[in-house]
T-cell receptor, first 112, second 113 residues
Framework: KAGVTQTPRYLIKTRGQQVTLSCSPI?????VSWYQQTPGQGLQFLFE???????NKGNFPGRFSGRQFSNSRSEMNVSTLELGDSALYLC???????????FGDGTRLSIL | EDKVVQSPLSLVVHEGDTVTLNCSYE??????LLWYKQEKKAPTFLFML??SGIEKKSGRLSSILDKKELSSILNITATQTGDSAIYLC?????????????WGAGTKLIIKP
């Protein structure tokens, strides 16, 4: 059974640009959550999608948005990138939101 | 405000030692507590503890949930260098129509040969 797949693995952008990250969950998983991880900050919850609807949202500015498609794949978009957006972005999937979640390897985003 | 606190934040021990990591929580409507291990990339699931399953064991790793003390411990015996990682604790709290997962900051464990 394939795990959670995130693309791209690495990304370098400059301030002001926008970026889209992709996440393919484990087959059969309908819940997809996104996290931002920076050194010393732990995992910061961005949002969770279930059946194409945003079900939970963390405390991030509106520059961070996401969506989920009918096949449960999810994308996360960050607009007007700032230096502080440099982080590892992790995606996790689970069966209908029930635990445990299973994580992808993440996308390392660097802002120059 | 719901919160999860892990201690210590970092720990350095020698191979063969036993370590105990702590996770305490304050949440409304607790449903489960989860432990994850994160080496370089994806956190990998270790244990899930609930009211009906307060003790879990897998090889040298074991975990106990203390619902009275609102805490959990993760024990690793006969540590190996491969146990070096960040150990994350998360607590699932259930609301009216959804749930949320509250994460601790993690414990960075370093095992010296």
């Amino acid at each position: 059974k394939a795990g959670v797949t995130q693309t791209p693995r690495y990304l370098i952008k400059t301030r002001g640009q926008q970026v889209t990250l992709s996440c393919s969950p484990i087959s059969g998983h309908r819940s997809v959550s996104w996290y931002q991880q920076t050194p010393g900050q732990g995992l910061q919850f961005l949002f969770e999608y279930f059946s194409e609807t945003q079900r939970n949202k963390g405390n991030f500015p509106g520059r961070f948005s996401g969506r989920q498609f009918s096949n449960s794949r999810s994308e996360m978009n960050v607009s007007t990138l700032e230096l502080g957006d440099s982080a590892l972005y992790l995606c996790a999937s689970s069966l209908a939101g029930y635990q445990p979640q299973h994580f992808g390897d993440g996308t390392r985003l660097s802002i120059l | 405000e719901d919160k999860v606190v892990q201690s210590p934040l970092s720990l350095v021990v020698h191979e063969g030692d036993t370590v105990t990591l702590n996770c305490s929580y304050e949440v409304t409507n607790f449903r489960s507590l989860l432990w994850y291990k994160q080496e370089k990339k994806a956190p990998t699931f270790l244990f899930m503890l609930t009211s009906s399953g307060i003790e879990k064991k897998s090889g040298r790793l074991s975990s106990i949930l203390d619902k009275k003390e609102l805490s959990s411990i993760l024990n690793i015996t006969a540590t190996q260098t491969g146990d070096s990682a960040i150990y994350l604790c998360a607590v699932e709290a259930v609301g009216d129509s959804n749930y949320q997962l509250i994460w601790g900051a993690g414990t960075k464990l370093i095992i010296k040969p």
